[in-house]
């Protein structure tokens, strides 16, 4: 990253240089376009820059500056949105084939309020095809590479806005969580990745892969900035059934407070299966916590290690229902056939990659009659079990603390057995199916040199605690444990 | 009550057992998730937005009045009104944009009522759920059906129209009972304010099942199910040819098979569309999209009383008024209530005016203009039955002063005054009939000894003298009296 970053002190900070005119959105914005152009032939984190619509946007903010209103708490701060996010006018992929030449018609709710908030919007950021996987790797535009070590996957599926902040490329990014997939490349990517509670975040616009499980949230490589990006996408959408009503507390004032006083679980079940240097960042947060006055404590949940073969059969179910609609008739790909049928079968024979392809036949196998019971309904009920657990979990704790992934980031390549791709998501999946928030800290550097993060959960609507301790993290945290980092090869250091 | 309805086969004779599915498309403004217009008619493909044409990201939003409408069809059928459930329905269908479909499956919002027909018979109502209309797909080339089309052009503009299905239980005994249902539902759904009650349009859609058993039998037949009965002929023509079919196929020694029939208007006949093991795995799950719709007894209370008066109370209303001994009262009863006048009959009965003869009027004559009929001041009503009850028209005079009112030219009065029906009085009268029996003395003495052939003749005189402006009745009447 070059010397001239301009968002070195972070977003909040350049969005208050860019209020008072001491900086312009639009030499912002075309410091990122060039740093994205340099690095992004060997990252690859974006599947699209939208450079033009970025300038436009940035001399609006200035121009808003300069005749002194204030274009909101985002003013001039580039953002990178996950590649399943609709924006209008400019294609939206999924990293499909499928969706080959759609444009939606319409901004999801997250970026018409981050365009109200005044960020600019820099392009659309590269994830595992219809975010199924956990490396980046299932893309249709070919793998995102970590920055910390570009033979290496950033993780996934947000592996695009992962990278991309990792890099330095830009201060803000959203990504998506089903199961993981802003937490577990965050930690592989050595940035703050915040998935909210189920419901905070309105997630009209959001390509669905499992609709009970997706919840959108932000990348950022300061948790105050993430905080404070949360504060802009949260708030209830009468376009999204299942959005929380009601007032969002201010989250990002949380950041600074001491989580003195807090109680924090420390989920003893998941270390065990944990790398050691992921196992040992936990227990070194933890004693960080201690310091900072919070009452720490060992507890066993194992019901929680129900969460992935449970997550496994309702995720699959939930998208092969979704991902029906890519069917030729109306957008996208079309393969053309003498009949319906067979047209629908070779557009989405070629239009899909091989994981959702497993994944859609998984979901409608489980959802099938005389199967339903044993496989759906099954890990319904599991998810209720989990939900029970962390609800007792909960009586006794304010926050628990987690490894976020088993490792560290892996070679390109490394994982060709989908259940051990799965494995990834072992600590990140129980909090989406209870519906609950968790953010990943950048901690630690763990094996090979390569970032490790630990992982506060919380209740549904904890994001105040959760934040605290978040913020206690970030202050006792290997400073050298976070991006920026300039993209590299193996041990080339930083 | 007439006859059960039975099938005479070679080896005995046969029942029909018939349960039917019907679709009623709610009179919303609005579909059922998002807030394009729902409208028949429109150019293709102008009602739509990314919700309903199923776009990637979208997510739909419950319509609150397509729910107090489900709620008020279930309330008039009786149903207990439950929380309830959204399932997605699965299967690939170019129509469909989401190619599934968003209904409720095992916990439906209404269920456990039942229609009373005219005849009082009582067909039970199963269940009354919510779900979301398909696109309409157009064959084109070929027969205009789906083999042999060149290419096929789709319409969204009814995806998401919101729809009830009412599934009746198996208890409709005959194609005739089958029609007088669907009437009757019908007057239903239009009471409810929920549909506009055309089937032509479409916002009445009916499937029949239907089995046959043998007489006495109390196990079911295996049924099929017959679709595209697009009238109420045609739901009676099909479920009658299709009865007979399995008659004969069980005569045969043959079974009948678990399918789904087309009935073809044209040819009279049904033909198998798919059968059991072809039928599609639907794959039901929750709606995920969607949280559970839970209404509160308030809400359910204020959509029951905001509900009108449903047909069947009105025909009891009328009923009481008029007796139904008659086979021609309950057809007028019918009628009134089919058009709407039974207000009218009622508010001139409560005027005074005799009940038998405004149903008659209303049923009959009104009839011809339902329309100004049911703009017509019941006081208005109520007088012309007056002045016909009490002679002061005859029959004829009153439809014709009756005829005037609806064409909207005066009060009753008014009108038999421009027609030279009214202004002779009794006095008047009296005074021409003496006049008339002193001109034709012989004429007289011949009626006075008992000769009623000469009071045709004697009321002739009376009519000519008066132009026709002399009530028959009361000239007859007048001549009785001066002979006793």
Request: proline residues 6%; contains cysteine; negative net charge.
């Amino acid at each position: 990253m070059s010397a001239a970053a301009p968002f070195a002190g972070g977003a909040v900070a350049l969005a208050a240089a860019i209020r008072r005119g001491e900086e312009s959105a639009r030499r912002v914005a075309e410091v990122v376009l060039e740093e994205i152009a340099g690095a992004d032939d060997l990252l690859h984190c974006f599947n699209a820059v939208t450079s033009e619509e970025a300038l436009r946007a940035a001399d609006a903010v200035d121009v808003a500056v300069a005749a002194g209103r204030d274009p909101g708490p985002l003013c001039g701060v580039p953002v990178a949105l996950k590649d399943n996010l609709c924006t209008r006018g400019v294609p939206t992929t999924c990293s499909s084939r499928i969706l080959e030449g759609w444009r939606p018609p319409y901004d999801a709710t997250v970026v018409s309020r981050l365009r109200k908030a005044g960020a600019v919007i820099v392009g659309k950021t590269n994830l595992d095809e219809f975010a199924m996987g956990s490396s980046t790797e299932n893309s249709a535009n070919g793998p995102t590479r970590n920055p910390w070590d570009t033979s290496r996957v950033p993780g996934g599926s947000s592996g695009g806005s992962a990278a991309a902040v990792a890099a330095g490329l830009v201060p803000l990014a959203l990504g998506s969580d089903t199961g993981g997939s802003i937490r577990q490349p965050a930690s592989l990517c050595g940035v703050v990745g915040l998935k909210p509670t189920y419901g905070l975040v309105s997630r009209y616009g959001l390509v669905a892969f499992a609709s009970s499980l997706d919840q959108i949230g932000p990348f950022a490589l300061r948790v105050e900035d993430a905080a404070a990006l949360l504060e802009v996408i949260a708030g209830h959408d009468p376009a999204d059934s299942t959005s929380l009503a009601g007032e969002v507390p201010p989250l990002a004032p949380e950041v600074g407070r001491s989580p003195a006083g807090l109680r924090v679980g420390v989920v003893a079940d998941f270390l065990v299966d944990a790398s050691p240097a992921c196992a040992d960042a936990v227990r070194r947060g933890a004693d960080a916590l201690v310091a900072a006055g919070a009452a720490v404590e060992d507890v066993a949940i194992p019901e929680l290690l129900h969460g992935l073969s449970a997550y496994y059969l309702i995720a699959p179910a939930e998208a092969s229902s979704n991902l029906a609609r890519y069917d030729g008739v109306r957008y996208g790909l079309r393969v053309d056939a003498d009949d319906v049928a067979t047209m629908n079968a070779r557009t989405r024979s070629k239009g899909f990659g091989a994981e959702v392809k497993r994944r859609i036949m998984l979901g409608t196998y489980v959802l099938s009659a005389g199967y339903y019971d044993a496989y759906y309904a099954q890990a319904q009920r599991v998810r209720t079990l989990i939900m029970d657990a962390f609800r007792r979990a909960y009586e006794r704790f304010d926050v628990l603390l987690a490894p976020t992934s088993p490792s560290v980031a892996f070679p390109i390549g490394a994982k060709s057995d989908p259940l051990e791709m799965y494995l990834s998501d072992l600590f990140t999946i129980p909090s989406n199916l209870a519906g609950h928030p968790a953010v990943s800290v950048p901690f630690a550097l763990g094996e090979e040199n390569l970032p490790v993060g630990v992982q506060v959960l919380a209740p549904a609507l904890g994001e105040p605690a959760m934040l605290r301790v978040a913020g206690a993290l970030e202050r006792a945290a290997a400073p050298d444990a976070r991006g920026p980092v300039r993209p590299h090869g193996a041990g080339a250091g930083r | 009550m007439s006859a059960p309805y039975r099938i005479a086969g070679a080896t005995g004779e046969w029942e029909i057992v018939v349960g039917l599915e019907v679709h009623c498309e709610l009179s919303t403004a609005t579909k059922l998730f998002c807030s394009c217009a729902n409208r028949f008619g429109a150019e293709p493909n102008t009602n739509v937005c990314p919700v309903c044409l199923g776009l990637p990201g979208s997510l739909p939003v419950l319509n609150r009045h397509a729910v107090e409408l489900a709620m008020a069809i279930g309330t008039a059928l009786g149903c207990e009104i439950r929380p309830s459930v959204f399932h997605r329905k699965n299967y690939f269908y170019p129509d469909m944009p989401k190619d599934y479909q968003v209904t409720q499956y095992d916990e439906p919002i209404n269920v456990a009522g039942a229609l009373e027909l005219a005849d009082h018979a009582r067909v039970g109502i199963v269940r009354a759920h919510l779900e979301e209309d398909t696109g309409k797909t157009t064959h084109v080339g070929g027969d205009g059906r789906i083999h042999g089309a060149d290419y096929a052009l789709v319409d969204y503009n009814r995806a998401g129209v919101p729809l009830v299905e009412i599934v009746s239980a198996p208890d409709i005994t005959s194609p005739e009972q089958a029609r007088a249902y669907v009437a009757e539902l019908r007057a239903v759904l239009v009471a409810t304010g929920a549909s506009d009650g055309r089937m032509e349009e479409g916002s009445l859609r009916v499937d029949a099942n239907v089995s046959v058993r043998r007489v006495g039998d109390p196990s079911y037949g295996t049924r099929c199910e017959v679709k595209n009965l697009n009238s109420l002929r045609s739901l009676g023509r099909a479920i009658e040819h299709e009865a007979h079919r399995q008659v004969a196929v069980l005569e045969d020694g043959g079974l009948v098979a678990q399918e789904t029939r087309h009935w073809n208007e044209t040819t009279g006949r049904t033909t198998s569309m798919r059968s059991k093991e072809e039928a599609f795995d639907y794959r039901y799950f929750p709606e995920p999209d969607l949280v559970r719709l839970a209404p509160g007894r308030e809400w359910i209370a204020a959509v029951a009383a905001g509900l009108k008066m449903l047909p069947a109370a009105r025909r009891a209303r009328l009923a009481a008024l008029v007796g139904e001994d008659a086979p021609a009262a309950l057809e007028q009863i019918a009628t009134a209530l089919d058009l709407g006048l039974d207000d009218l009959v009622v508010a001139a009965a409560g005027l005074g005016a005799p009940a038998r003869l405004a149903l008659a009027r209303a049923a009959n004559e009104a009839a011809q203009d339902p329309a100004s009929a049911r703009a017509l001041a019941p006081e208005a009503f109520a007088e012309v039955l007056h002045l016909e009850s009490s002679g002061a028209l005859s029959a004829t005079q009153a439809k014709a002063v009756l005829a005037e009112m609806l064409a909207g030219k005066g009060s009753p009065r008014a009108i038999a005054q421009r027609l030279g029906f009214e202004g002779l009085s009794a006095e008047e009268l009296d005074t021409v009939v003496a006049g008339v029996i002193g001109e034709h003395p012989a004429e007289w003495e011949r009626y006075a000894a008992g000769d009623d052939k000469v009071a045709q003749f004697l009321l002739g005189q009376v009519m000519r003298r008066t132009k026709g402006r002399a009530n028959g009745k009361l000239v007859a009447e007048a001549l009785q009296r001066r002979r006793a």
